[in-house]
């Protein structure tokens, strides 16, 4: 049984930074592209970053570029997403999602793609 828990989520004032870990089990973590999503209140769920299977290839939303990192450790099956400079606007829960395929450019943000979802974590941003 495939399975991704988040962590890491919390309160911090604008300018702020956090750090979110996924830990994945159950498949061959390595095979997977995984990306983070998220949805505010009232929202559509959004792509915020993600990483191919090979590790060679990150995508950013322009929202976060620059400010935010994906990253994974294979060997621990863990994603990573470390958030600095933490805006309001970055308020909502956030997803790690595993797509048994690889992603690109042109797909990577979109939901459908990934077939296995963590239960998210809120990141709440204070002005």
């Known amino acids: 049984q495939v399975q991704l828990v988040e962590s890491g989520g919390g309160s911090v004032q604008a300018g702020g930074s956090l750090r979110l870990s996924c830990a994945a089990s159950?498949?061959?973590?390595?095979?997977?592209?995984m990306g983070w999503f998220r949805q505010a209140p009232g929202k559509e769920r959004e792509g915020v970053a993600a990483i191919n299977t090979d590790d060679s290839r990150t995508y950013y939303a322009d929202s976060v570029k620059g400010r935010f990192t994906i990253s994974r450790d294979g060997a621990k099956k863990k994603l990573y997403l470390q958030m600095n400079s933490l805006k309001p606007e970055d308020t909502a829960m956030y997803y790690c999602?595993?797509?048994?395929?690889?992603?690109?450019?042109?797909?990577?943000?979109?939901?459908?793609?990934?077939?296995?979802w963590g239960q998210g974590t809120q990141v709440t941003v204070s002005s």
């Open positions: 159950g498949y061959t973590y390595t095979s997977y592209s």
């Open positions: 999602a595993a797509a048994s395929s690889s992603v690109s450019g042109g797909t990577w943000f979109w939901r459908y793609r990934y077939n296995v």
